[in-house]
């Protein structure tokens, strides 16, 4: 099964900026064409530039300081999905944080694709040297996919572990987590009570998404992972007495 993550994000100002509206519809049209699974990123209007090329004490949230963002990099290079999909390139950052995203995705065997594959004529040569760039990261991506592949086939899990899941002690197989299982269980039946995602996430101490991505996904999706990476325990043999 392929996971796709939606990434949605306009800035502050120009007019001709591509509406949300339009970014949700069509960015969301190609990852349920390219993925089984959608997530989403929407991070609605928000500054594309980071600490990289930004004062970081200023007023302004940069985008690398957004923690919605910083844990969807982790998942991202941990593996978690398949295909990023965004708008265009300069939806996803429009600075050289986009590399650190482009590589986080390389480490976790993940594309990247877009709907709209147009240049930008203000900054030519930043939007040319990421084209070649992510040309060159081609081969690693197939690589990085290739060994996940393998791992998968072995019912090895890859990735970043779900809320309410754990890694057994080989760090290959899932398992229910002592404390989290419960607290997922919980979570998903408060949400069905029409609970807010905040006040759920403030009791459980995670993000407003994570808790999203949990009650969306529902117990049936735990349980399968578990179905599918869970360790199966070994038969005991029947000992034998002359």
Same mark, same amino acid.
């Not at 120009?14 to 339009?22: A, K, R, T």
């Not at 807010?196 to 006040?199: K, P, R």
């Given at each position: 099964m392929k996971?796709?993550?939606a990434w949605i994000?306009?800035?502050k100002g120009? $007019? $001709? $900026?591509?509406?949300?509206?339009?970014q949700r519809e069509e960015v969301h049209a190609l990852a349920e064409e390219l993925g089984d699974e959608v997530d989403t990123l929407d991070l609605g209007v928000q500054t594309g530039f980071s600490t990289l090329t930004r004062d970081p004490d200023a007023s302004t949230t940069w985008i690398d300081q957004h923690l919605d963002v910083q844990d969807t990099v982790e998942e991202l290079r941990s593996g978690a999905y398949d295909v990023l999909v965004a708008f265009d390139d300069r939806r996803v950052a429009r600075d050289e944080y986009f590399s650190v995203i482009e590589h986080a995705a390389v480490q976790g065997g993940c594309d990247v694709a877009?709907?709209?594959d147009d240049v930008e004529t203000d900054d030519l040569a930043f939007d040319i040297q990421r084209r070649v760039e992510r040309k060159t990261k081609d081969e690693e991506i197939k690589k990085?996919?290739?060994a996940v592949k393998e791992k998968q086939e072995n019912g090895h899990f890859h990735g970043t572990v779900p809320f309410g899941l754990a890694f057994t002690a080989d760090k290959m197989h899932l398992e229910k987590h002592p404390v989290e299982w419960d607290q997922l269980l919980d979570a998903i039946e408060r949400r069905e009570n029409g609970e807010?995602?905040?006040?759920i996430a403030d009791d459980i101490g995670t993000s407003a998404p994570t808790v999203s991505r949990m009650t969306n996904r529902g117990v049936e999706w735990y349980e399968e992972k578990l179905r599918e990476y869970g360790r199966e325990e070994p038969v005991p043999h029947a000992s034998n007495q002359g």
């Open positions: 996971r796709a993550l994000r306009k800035s120009s $007019d $001709d $900026d591509v509406g949300l509206e339009l877009f709907v709209s990085s996919k290739a807010t995602l905040a006040s």
